[in-house]
């Protein structure tokens, strides 16, 4: 399948998987590029650009296709080195890079200057907008069904990719509530050129993350997460679990003078408690609605070669026919039904 994703980037499949934290080292980047796919490093679950060098050139050594890193902007008051993080993925010959969080308007100049594509992950049309006349070479349009931060606009995909479509002239990937085949058509039916995963390629065998983590995935449906941080305007979508009920308390408590430092316990260092120790009652980690779509843990490899057959299926047949005037079977699930309670 050609779009102009695919060609942007150098890669065989229109799918790129979002970068996460704790979970986007090299072991699933280069799972994903070696797939066919665009795999990306989460930047800054690198403690230090030294380290970040180091992951870059561990996947360099696991992959030979095209891969990305992605940069998340954070609020001003931290004190992230992003022009030494910068210069480790100029120098590791990363030649795409997904930024997300603010805007990426201040290092577009050194990251055009080494030649890098850049994606940028954003939740409006405006932000969409604003990335395109910045220079970005493509936008990842994450909806309010997206694992992590929506934002605070609250539109679904139904509505937000369409409009993305009306307004961009840049291509767009679809992100937030991507899971399979009836995703990738849907979102190209919208307008978009591709899709973006991330709580999807969570639960796949090489996704570096305790298996209790990949278990609750499955386990889960689409009723399972829940908004935070409303009150902070720094909305996440996060998989319930007692540290987050313990957290929603909080802020049911506290309303609208909730602080960060309320909710501290139930959101600092909670990553590598759930990503490397299993802890799944530690607290807030981000995960997506489309985890009620999540039945299985396949490859990688098992589960892009997956979407793509089936997508051509759907498209070839499913779709054709109805302009065909053929009257056309309930599609096959695409894997097992799970078995509620
Ligand atoms: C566990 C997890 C951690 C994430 N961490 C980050 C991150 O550090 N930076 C970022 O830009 N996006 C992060 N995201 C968001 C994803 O890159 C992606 O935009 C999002 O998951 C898409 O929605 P989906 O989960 O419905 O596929 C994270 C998502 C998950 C599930």
Sequence with gaps: ?????????????????????????????????????????????????????????????????????????????????????????????????????????????????????????????????????????????????????????????????????????????????????????????????????GTRFVATKEAPVHDNVKQALVKATEVDTVLIMRALRNTERVLKNKGVDELLEIEREKGASLKIDDIREQVAGVYPRVMVNGEMDAGAWSCGMVVGLINDIPTVKELIDRIMVEAERIIRQRLLRFLDGIEVPKPARAVASRRLP
């Design 1 to 197: 399948m050609k779009t102009a994703i695919t060609e942007l980037f150098g890669i065989q499949h229109p799918i790129i998987q979002g970068g996460m934290h704790y979970v986007g080292f090299a072991e699933l980047a280069s799972a994903v590029s070696n797939a066919g796919g665009l795999g990306i490093i989460t930047g800054l679950t690198q403690k230090t650009p030294e380290l970040l060098a180091k992951e870059i050139a561990r996947c360099r050594d696991m992959t030979d296709k095209p891969f990305g890193v992605n940069l998340t902007f954070l609020p001003a008051f931290t004190a992230t080195p992003y022009p030494e993080y910068i210069a480790a993925i100029k120098e590791g010959g990363v030649k795409v890079v997904e930024t997300a969080g603010r805007s990426p308007e201040q290092y577009m100049p050194a990251l055009k200057v080494a030649g890098i594509k850049v994606i940028h992950k954003c939740t409006s049309v405006r932000h969409s907008l604003k990335a395109e006349q910045i220079g970005c070479d493509a936008v990842s349009v994450d909806g309010f069904e997206c694992g992590g931060h929506p934002g605070e606009d609250d539109i679904p995909n139904m509505i937000l990719q369409p409009r993305a479509a009306d307004e961009l002239k840049i291509p767009f990937v679809t992100s937030g509530g991507m899971a399979d085949a009836r995703s990738l058509v849907a979102a190209l039916s919208m307008g978009a050129a591709g899709m973006n995963m």
